[in-house]
């Protein structure tokens, strides 16, 4: 396969193609679009010839296959190795992978490799007036957006997931290429994978969903909550990932990236900040209402309605009203 | 065994927080109070299970910042570390995450450590990049997300979080460095014996050097509104008001 500027890596997991490679895709395409840039999409592992042509056939890019036999689980030395060898061989000018449990793994350790600048979680894609990229990644828990631009030649970018929506279907595969790499790690190795724990059933089915965050204060509060949720009939208990974390609530509550991504007619964010994690893992119910104190958090960005107060006293209030 | 955290000094809350006039860099406003990043007082808490667990361990701490940053390791004294050596920095802008990775692993090659620790990201700045490039440059394995540690054979066997509740299990030999996820344990309180003892202790301090970054921030902006975000005004009660009346249109309400 011929050289390419940027150097995509897509991620797959139990012989499927992950949808987030589309938007990785939908980033580099709009990267080419802005200056002459040619893609290149590559998958690590081994029993991917179906993954390839599904990628292929779902993004009209040529595919190379780095068949690493025995690599049944992404091996973040293993993944460093090849990749960095790669982007050295393509003489890349990026390489775009996804803001995940994988990219953010080895991202960073890459760049150090290729002397590259790594920007995580971008967000966004501008330009400055001579057309050089300029990619917004957010920070101070979603409050803002920093534009980054990259100082060195090559530069290793993580995607946001939800950012930069899949493009439409392509008439047209690309070509699969597939070179067989006997590459093992000295230091890491991955003994297996542990399932998920049971799947937060009742947040699936909801059609309402009421989620706590640490803006609630304490753990007392959290009735408060529950009394809140009990004004809706089906409604289910959410909450963001400190509260878990903190042992407030259990595990299958957990709304997030990491927890349960859910789609409910109406959300309620109840003193949730808005971490991009959390975000990621509500963004796409119907409805979305936020009570938060701070005005300027970053939940209020994608609310439909934003209530200003003091959380407690608030609910309070609504529940007053309702029972008289 | 030698053990090195890295923590971070973050704002309590960033409600006073606001875009520069310039739109260049963010400006705190009001008095601003100070904390240890979460995510590095999970991994300074798994550093001092260790250190129970295990005979002869020490644990020391690293941070990077202005003046101000000495409180975070007075705190992290008062959890039970050993000793700190604090970073100096001037500049207190968007920092490159590859010219902080730098300095902090120069003075990391000074001691003999077996394991360094981070928290797996900055609650502020929100790289997830520190860590891993610390260990890229002293050419040590590094695995991230760490939810589940256990040390045997010069080993680390580690649980790794994946997305929707999934884990690998990884087996990483030492030295190495481990980016610790939220959840992982409870971290302590510091203990006010040792918070007498933290104050009495000598921080180290290094002066920053500088480097050439491969990135900077051109321009800070708030982020786009992806939804109507209509505002609801008036008094607690109109707005309790209007809420009910518009979940009563959604027929959602009992």
């Keep these: ?324 | 065994m030698n053990i090195l955290v890295c923590i971070k000094q973050v704002p309590q809350s960033e409600s006073a927080t606001v875009i520069n006039a310039d739109k260049t860099w963010i400006v705190r406003g009001g008095h601003v109070e100070y904390k240890m990043n979460r995510f590095d007082e999970y991994a300074l808490e798994e550093a001092l299970l260790i250190k129970e667990r295990l005979p002869d361990v020490r644990v020391d701490v690293i941070t990077f910042g202005p003046e101000r940053c000495r409180d975070v390791l007075k705190r992290a004294f008062g959890m039970g570390a050993d000793d700190g050596v604090h970073i100096l920095s001037h500049d207190n802008r968007y920092n490159d995450p590859g010219t902080l990775a730098v300095q902090l692993g120069r003075e990391a090659a000074k001691g003999s450590y077996d394991l360094i620790l981070t928290g797996i990201m900055s609650e502020d700045m929100m790289q997830a990049q520190t860590g891993q490039m610390l260990a890229e440059n002293l050419g040590w394995p590094c695995v991230s997300s760490v939810i589940g540690l256990d040390l045997k054979e010069k080993r680390a066997h580690v649980k790794r979080e994946l997305e929707g509740g999934m884990k690998s299990l990884v087996r990483v030999t030492l030295p190495c460095v481990l980016t610790i996820q939220a959840g992982i344990n409870i971290p302590r309180y510091p203990t006010l014996s040792k918070i007498l003892k933290a104050n009495r202790k000598e921080v180290k301090t290094v002066p920053d050097t500088q480097i050439d970054p491969l990135q900077s921030c051109e321009v800070i902006q708030y982020p786009a509104k992806q939804r109507a975000g209509v505002v609801l005004q008036g008094s607690r009660e109109d707005k309790a008001r209007e809420l009910a009346r518009i979940l009563n249109q959604k027929n959602i309400m009992r």
């Excluded at chain 1, 991620?11 to 840039?37: I, N, W, Y």
């Excluded at chain 1, 998958?43 to 990628?55: K, S």
């Excluded at chain 1, 909550?225 to 009990?230: D, E, G, K």
Aim: glycine share 10%; with cysteine.
């Design chain 1, 1 to 324: 396969m011929e050289n390419r500027d940027i150097l995509i890596i897509g991620e797959h997991l139990d012989g499927k193609l992950k949808p987030s490679t589309l938007e990785l895709v939908t980033l580099g395409q709009r990267m080419a679009e802005q200056g002459t840039r040619t893609l290149g999409l590559v998958l690590i592992g081994d029993h991917l010839d179906g993954v390839c042509e599904d990628a292929a056939r779902q993004t009209g890019l040529d595919i190379l296959y780095l068949r690493v036999p025995g690599c049944d689980y992404y091996n973040g030395d293993i993944y460093k190795t090849l990749i960095q060898a790669q982007a050295v061989a393509w003489n890349v000018s990026h390489v775009i992978t996804a803001h995940s449990s994988q990219g953010t793994d080895y991202a960073p350790g890459l760049a150090v490799r290729l002397y590259a600048a790594c920007i995580t979680g971008v967000n966004g894609l501008e330009q400055t007036e001579n057309g050089e990229p300029l990619f917004s990644r957010a920070i101070c828990g979603g409050n803002f957006n920093t534009l980054i631009r990259s100082q060195s030649r090559c530069t290793v970018l993580t995607v946001q997931p939800g950012y930069f929506p899949a493009r439409d279907h392509v008439d047209k595969p690309g070509q699969v290429s597939t070179e067989t790499h006997e590459c093992v790690s000295e230091t890491t190795q991955v003994m297996g994978m542990e399932k998920a724990r049971a799947a937060a059933s009742a947040l699936g089915q909801a059609r309402i969903i009421v989620s706590a965050g640490r803006g609630i204060g304490s753990e007392e509060n959290l009735d408060v909550v529950r009394r809140f949720a009990a004004l809706f009939p089906g409604s289910a208990l959410g909450g963001s990932r400190p509260l878990i974390d903190m042992g407030w609530l259990e595990y299958k509550h957990q709304v997030g990236i990491t927890g349960a991504v859910v789609s409910p007619d109406v959300y309620i964010a109840c003193g949730i900040s808005g971490s991009s994690q959390h975000i990621a893992g509500m963004n796409t119910s119907g409805y979305v209402i936020a009570i938060n104190t701070d005005p300027h958090a970053a939940i209020f960005n994608v609310s439909d309605l934003c209530i200003v107060d003091d959380l407690v006293g608030f609910m309070e209030a609504f529940e007053t009203l309702v029972e008289t």
